[in-house]
């Protein structure tokens, strides 16, 4: 179950390996560390009161726009990971996106940055005020950093 703690409101999932996740070395699929962090990301909206239905409802969906992994350390079948996930906001219609695949000893096992918008569904654009138009949507805003 995802769980928001207080360091500057770092939302975190926690994941559990899958044998099927895995690739002919035994280790975790590089696409799968994209899947958890597309996870975290959608959890966060959740969380935050943002479901995917909500969001569409208004007319805009959340976009990725550059993605970044830092892979440094292997992770294993059944191993118990945590994801973080912070969105950073600054003036333009983008905002950051900063993550991290921890193992339960604290290794870190990748860093995935990102750049994200929220898309206009119907003009197909970038808004302008990603933060203000999510606080004025979410139920818990504090957790989206808005």
Known sequence: MPV???????FFVDVTVRGYELD??????QAVYLQYAEHAR?????????PQEKLLASGVGPVALEVTVKYASELRGGDQVRVTCAFIYGAGKTFRIEQRITKEDGTV???????GGMLDLTARRLIAD????LASLADNPELLGA
């Open 4 to 10: 928001c703690v207080a360091l500057f409101m770092t």
């Open 42 to 50: 959608w959890e966060l909206l959740r969380a935050a009161g943002l």
């Open 130 to 133: 990603p933060a203000g138009h």
């Open 24 to 29: 002919t070395q035994g280790h975790l699929n």
């Open 109 to 115: 096992a990748a860093e995935v940055t990102g750049v």
